[in-house]
């Protein structure tokens, strides 16, 4: 029977070079590549630049704030799933203008909207190794107002 509480940790460096990435994850900072050319980020991490085909990118942090562009809510159980459901997966759109896929935290009876803002949370694989995640964020808090 498969262990369905394990997260295990991606393998770094495999296919492209992602150290900056978790670097950035165990210092509380949100690290995706950039194309130097185009001024655009991109995710997942890539070889070369997603925008003009050249190796022109390097790691910079990005706020980690965006809005709920999609989202599921999952409910069947999986690896890596155990006691985590109905579990709130979305594609969020930075503030950067770059999607990452994660997880979204808040209150069971909070439901994620499309265009809903979200701000940066970590979620932790085995050993402890954050990753990000998001939360909803209140009205108050999008509209800037002080709660």
Known sequence: MPDHTS???PKP??????????????????????CRDTGRFQ???RPVSIHNGRRNIEWREVSGNGFIYAFTV???????IGGR??????????????????NVF???EDSPQ?????ALAWDHLDGGIPYP?????????????TP
């Open 133 to 145: 995640a998001f939360r909803l964020v209140a009205e108050q808090e999008a509209a800037g107002a």
């Open 13 to 34: 460096d495999i296919y492209v070079p992602t150290q900056p990435f978790w670097q950035g994850a165990r210092e509380g900072r949100l690290m995706l590549q950039y």
């Open 85 to 102: 459901l109905p579990l709130r997966i979305a594609l969020v759109e930075l503030d950067e203008k770059v999607r990452i896929l994660g």
């Open 114 to 118: 499309i265009g809903r803002r979200v």
């Open 106 to 108: 808040g209150k069971e």
């Open 7 to 9: 997260r295990p940790v």
């Open 43 to 45: 995710h997942h991490p």
């Open 74 to 80: 999952l409910r069947v159980p999986g690896p890596g």
